[in-house]
């Protein structure tokens, strides 16, 4: 049974930073690639940022300069680096395969900036 449990969000004033975890439990982790998203009140979900299993990276231009995605493949962990917070950051965080797999959603991590 695949599992993903996000940690590390929390309220931030606007220029801060946070670092958020992922852990994948199962068999998908090492051979996939793995992409953060987002999802703020009264919008759609959508892709951040995701990584190769060889470790080339994607973000969207929002977050592009400010978040960097990395992998731990020993730990089966990938992160998201996120720095110069903006309050248009403010969202639920997830992480799930890249492409996501709707079977794959845990209960995201909120992170919150302030102004």
């Known amino acids: 049974q695949v599992q993903l449990v996000e940690s590390g969000g929390g309220l931030v004033q606007a220029g801060g930073s946070l670092r958020l975890s992922c852990v994948a439990s199962g068999s998908i982790f090492s051979s996939n690639a793995m992409g953060w998203y987002r999802q703020a009140p009264g919008k759609a979900r959508g892709l951040v940022a995701a990584?190769?299993?060889?470790?080339?990276?994607r973000y969207v231009d929002s977050v592009k300069g400010r978040f960097i995605i990395s992998r731990d493949n020993a730990k089966n962990t990938v992160y998201l680096q996120m720095n110069n917070l903006k309050p248009e950051d403010t969202a639920q965080y997830y992480c799930n395969v890249f492409p996501s797999q709707r079977n794959y959603w845990g209960q995201g991590t909120q992170v919150t900036v302030s102004s």
């Open positions: 990584i190769e299993s060889g470790g080339s990276t």
